[in-house]
């Protein structure tokens, strides 16, 4: 299905969006409890955008589908990281759990939900 070209762009305000939040979220684990500066101050400025550009996406698209693929992509996204880069575990029942959360979503988007 082809997008009206507003329609399009609130797709990239949600991408967008949600890749600030992903950048946001390590600086947060990087900035040792908010301790450090330069971390600190990205995670701010990180979720200043991500915010921004989450509410652009909220004028086209349902507030449950967008809040919900923000959620489930960045929430898989970080758990990736957290495994390939910060050495965090990774098991059945954890795996199980972001595939059920993505799951979720997509359920989601095709119920018609968004724009």
């Not at 082809?2 to 890749?19: G, K």
């Not at 979220?25 to 600190?40: E, Y």
């Not at 390939?84 to 989601?108: H, M, P, R, T, Y």
């Amino acid at each position: 299905m082809d997008h009206p070209p507003r329609t399009r762009m609130s797709w990239l305000f949600l991408s967008v969006a949600i890749a600030f939040e992903i950048v946001g979220t390590v600086a947060m684990k990087m900035s040792d409890g908010m301790t450090r500066l330069w971390p600190s101050l990205a995670v701010v400025a990180c979720y200043l955008v991500a915010f921004a550009m989450l509410a652009q996406a909220l004028r086209e698209i349902e507030v449950g589908v967008a809040y919900a693929i923000w959620s489930a992509v960045g929430t898989a996204a970080i758990a990736a990281i957290g495994v390939w880069v910060f050495g965090e575990s990774l098991n059945f029942l954890k795996l199980a759990g972001i595939l059920l959360i993505v799951a979720g979503v997509v359920s989601l988007r095709m119920s018609g939900g968004g724009a």
